[in-house]
């Protein structure tokens, strides 16, 4: 069966970096692309961007541009998401997600989140 | 940037009623590429809908999704007591791919 499986929860210092990782398995990890998806405390869901775990390529919200980082290791099934100069607003749930089979298509296997707090 | 509105941002019903949970974009979304999900408290988003009425994997059909353009509904037919949570809409066709506010769905 398909699982996302992610890192567990960090705290880190404003102007920090923190990677996040999500491990795939359960299906052909370079056949489908991969979404990042955020949610600060009582909000909505935030899209950082998306990875084609293929080619390596990537697509970031203009939010983001400059601050993060997509990033896989096919050799584990593993992608990454880095995001620098850390911020209080940065605080949240981080999501990896897979989509249902082409790039424009719905998100249909999440990870399990992963909580990154900032606070000095 | 397509923007997602949904109404209500509250809704609040028994079980057995119907509800009906309004999307409406800021520009016509492409083709079909219109999902919803639902979320409960710490849990991931689970997909509910996509392409506008299509039903995902296990998804009862008490579920169903309408609408075209810039105009989407989601309605549950009857309310089961697992249903009170939030429901976002998304858009999948153009980047970047956006989510609406959501709906909280409480029991009255």
């Known amino acids: 069966q398909v699982q996302l499986v992610q890192s567990g929860a960090e705290v880190k210092k404003p102007g920090a970096s923190v990677r996040v990782s999500c491990k795939a398995s359960?299906?052909?990890?370079?056949?489908?692309?991969m979404h990042w998806v955020r949610q600060a405390p009582g909000q909505g869901l935030e899209w950082m961007g998306i990875?084609?775990?293929?080619?390596?390529?990537?697509n970031y919200a203009q939010k983001f541009q400059g601050r993060v980082t997509m990033t896989r290791d096919t050799s584990t099934s593993t992608v990454y998401m880095e995001l620098s100069s850390l911020r209080s607003e940065d605080t949240a749930v981080y999501f990896c997600?897979?989509?249902?089979?082409?790039?424009?298509?719905?998100?249909?296997?999440w990870g399990q989140g992963t909580l990154v707090t900032v606070s000095s | 940037e397509i923007v997602l509105t949904q109404s209500p941002g509250t809704l609040s019903l028994s079980p057995g009623e119907r509800a009906s949970l309004s999307c409406r974009a800021s520009?016509?979304?492409?083709?079909?590429?219109l999902a919803w999900y639902q979320q409960k408290p710490g849990q991931a988003p689970r997909l509910l809908i996509y392409?506008?009425?299509s039903r995902a994997t296990g998804i009862p059909d008490r579920f169903s999704g309408s609408g075209s353009g810039t105009d989407f509904t989601l309605t549950i037919s009857r309310l089961e007591p697992e249903d009170f949570a939030v429901y976002y809409c998304?858009?999948?066709?153009?980047?970047?791919?956006?989510f609406g506010q959501g709906t909280k769905l409480e029991i009255k």
């Open positions: 997600a897979r989509v249902y089979s082409d790039k424009w298509s719905p998100f249909d296997y």
């Open positions: 359960g299906y052909t990890f370079t056949s489908y692309y």
């Open positions: 990875i084609n775990p293929s080619a390596g390529g990537t």
């Open positions: 520009q016509s979304v492409s083709s079909i590429s």
């Open positions: 392409g506008v009425s």
């Open positions: 998304q858009q999948y066709g153009s980047s970047p791919f956006t």
